[in-house]
């Protein structure tokens, strides 16, 4: 109430009767502030977490905490009638009377801003109990209002805390169990396959999901809904079941993937093959070339034999496993094969590309006229033979062609000076 009121609260008891535009002020502000009450209470009652949790078979801290929301909700209604008769006495006594007396006018502000609101048992404190029962306390509206605030705010928080755990926790909980039944028909169509994994999973997301149904609460860690453990229930599964998908897949397309890896296999010992005959051709043809030593070969074709046998036995998991280990090896070989072959190879090349270069400046010198320039003659027969000895000093090479490449600079320099 705005202080048209004339007192209301405190010292009520004590104040002069309100004027009658004072009284008829302040009833509709109050039935107006009862109606949004009232209104909110509603709203309250029909929140879907609250019809969550009256259906729920709680336990745990949701209960506990529910619990105590309840004993407050029941308070607060309890306190919102003792504050509605109240309000609809003194409403029924101003209708009375067109022109209230002094008398009723004293009453109407003792109803209005005076201790008139008897308070619930509920929350009577218990040195104000006596052996039978507890003695009455009554207070205003005004501080009805505020009680009833205090249990509004503390219910609706509660409402609120479980219905955002809900949230929070349900989706996932259903995508996981979704994901739980589709890996389990996976499963059940290889037969003969069991998996004792997500047998465990199952177990685990069962009682995850009796907790998450019945006690939401007891997973929020700082005000959120800690999903992580159904997050690792979930990617177990999700890894489960790629695993029985491609287990599925082997199975009906055996003969085709057995040719694929077939030829994967073939094309890494192919490439093996060449890159050690390169590496041989290197070692032969340059000087310390820095090869490094080959690994130990892969034994690919012994893991492709055993695959036949796997399938014959319908073990369909170490196929899978056998399967996708033998193509990760094969693709390493091949990738290491290609690597091995281009360092032997990029050694022969750059001997390749000095001999190219070499007979290039050559060429250069004869159309400059120095064909027949003793130093220049001197400086191509050093670094031809170095190129064409085997095994060759790439090094030493490389070191000639460009002495060779100087020389022929200076000496065109020294030309165009002359002339």
Same mark, same amino acid.
């Given at each position: 109430?705005?202080?048209? /009121?004339?007192?209301?609260?405190?010292?009520?008891?004590?104040?002069?009767?309100?004027?009658?535009?004072?009284?008829?002020?302040?009833?509709? @502000?109050?039935? =107006?502030?009862?109606?949004?009450?009232?209104?909110?209470?509603?709203?309250?009652? /029909?929140?879907?977490?609250?019809?969550? #949790?009256?259906?729920?078979?709680?336990?745990?801290?949701?209960?506990?905490?529910?619990?105590?929301?309840?004993?407050?909700?029941?308070? +607060?209604?309890?306190?919102?009638?003792?504050?509605?008769?109240?309000?609809?006495?003194?409403?029924?006594?101003?209708?009375?009377?067109?022109?209230?007396?002094?008398?009723?006018? !004293?009453?109407?502000?003792? +109803?209005?801003?005076? %201790?008139?609101?008897?308070?619930?048992?509920?929350?009577?404190?218990?040195?104000?109990?006596?052996?039978?029962?507890?003695?009455?306390?009554?207070?205003? #509206?005004?501080?009805?209002?505020?009680?009833?605030?205090?249990?509004?705010?503390?219910?609706?928080? $509660?409402?609120?805390? *479980?219905?955002?755990?809900?949230?929070?926790?349900?989706? %996932?909980?259903?995508?996981? $169990?979704?994901?739980?039944?589709?890996?389990?028909?996976?499963?059940? !169509?290889?037969?003969?396959?069991?998996?004792?994994?997500?047998?465990?999973?199952?177990? =685990? +997301?069962?009682?995850?999901?009796?907790?998450?149904?019945?006690?939401?609460? @007891?997973?929020?860690?700082?005000?959120?809904?800690?999903?992580?453990?159904?997050?690792?229930?979930? @990617?177990?599964?999700?890894?489960?079941?790629?695993?029985?998908?491609?287990?599925? &897949?082997?199975? @009906?397309?055996?003969?085709?993937?057995?040719?694929?890896?077939?030829?994967?296999?073939?094309?890494?010992?192919?490439?093996?093959?060449? &890159?050690?005959?390169?590496?041989?051709?290197?070692?032969?043809?340059?000087?310390?070339?820095?090869?490094?030593?080959?690994?130990?070969?892969?034994?690919?074709?012994?893991?492709?034999?055993?695959?036949?046998?796997?399938?014959?036995?319908?073990?369909?998991?170490?196929?899978?496993?056998?399967?996708?280990?033998? =193509?990760?090896?094969?693709?390493?070989?091949?990738?290491?094969?290609?690597?091995?072959?281009? #360092?032997?190879? /990029? #050694?022969?090349?750059?001997?390749?590309?000095?001999?190219?270069?070499?007979?290039?400046?050559?060429?250069?010198?004869?159309?400059?006229?120095?064909?027949?320039?003793?130093?220049?003659?001197?400086?191509?027969?050093?670094?031809?033979? +170095?190129?064409?000895? *085997? %095994?060759?000093?790439?090094?030493?090479?490389?070191? !000639?062609? !460009?002495?060779?490449?100087?020389?022929?600079?200076?000496?065109?320099?020294?030309?165009?000076?002359?002339?």
């Amino acid at each position: 109430m705005d202080e048209s /009121g004339a007192g209301a609260g405190a010292g009520a008891g004590a104040a002069a009767p309100m004027s009658r535009e004072g009284v008829d002020h302040a009833l509709r @502000s109050l039935r =107006e502030e009862k109606d949004r009450i009232s209104a909110a209470l509603l709203d309250l009652d /029909g929140h879907h977490g609250n019809r969550l #949790l009256e259906g729920a078979r709680l336990t745990g801290e949701t209960w506990r905490r529910w619990d105590q929301a309840q004993d407050r909700l029941a308070m +607060l209604w309890r306190t919102f009638d003792a504050y509605q008769r109240v309000l609809d006495a003194a409403g029924s006594l101003r209708d009375r009377q067109s022109r209230p007396d002094h008398a009723v006018l !004293a009453e109407l502000t003792r +109803l209005l801003t005076g %201790p008139a609101v008897e308070v619930p048992d509920g929350r009577v404190p218990l040195e104000r109990r006596t052996l039978l029962g507890p003695q009455e306390r009554r207070i205003t #509206l005004d501080e009805a209002v505020v009680m009833m605030s205090d249990a509004y705010a503390f219910v609706a928080g $509660e409402i609120a805390a *479980a219905d955002a755990a809900w949230t929070a926790l349900l989706v %996932p909980l259903e995508a996981a $169990e979704e994901s739980w039944r589709d890996t389990a028909r996976l499963a059940h !169509a290889l037969e003969g396959t069991r998996h004792p994994e997500l047998d465990r999973l199952g177990r =685990e +997301l069962t009682a995850l999901g009796q907790v998450v149904r019945t006690d939401p609460l @007891s997973l929020v860690r700082d005000g959120r809904a800690d999903t992580g453990r159904l997050d690792r229930v979930r @990617s177990a599964l999700s890894g489960l079941r790629d695993e029985l998908t491609e287990m599925t &897949a082997l199975r @009906s397309e055996y003969p085709a993937r057995m040719a694929q890896i077939t030829g994967a296999v073939e094309e890494a010992e192919t490439a093996a093959r060449r &890159a050690l005959e390169a590496r041989e051709t290197a070692l032969l043809k340059i000087a310390s070339p820095g090869l490094p030593e080959p690994p130990p070969r892969a034994e690919l074709r012994d893991r492709l034999d055993v695959l036949d046998g796997l399938r014959e036995a319908e073990r369909w998991a170490d196929l899978a496993r056998r399967v996708a280990e033998l =193509e990760r090896m094969a693709a390493a070989e091949l990738e290491r094969a290609r690597a091995d072959l281009r #360092l032997s190879t /990029g #050694l022969l090349d750059r001997r390749g590309e000095l001999r190219g270069r070499l007979e290039a400046y050559r060429a250069k010198a004869a159309r400059l006229g120095m064909a027949e320039d003793e130093r220049l003659t001197i400086l191509y027969g050093q670094a031809r033979e +170095l190129l064409w000895t *085997a %095994p060759c000093d790439l090094r030493r090479s490389t070191a !000639a062609v !460009a002495e060779y490449q100087r020389a022929i600079k200076a000496c065109e320099s020294g030309t165009g000076t002359r002339r």
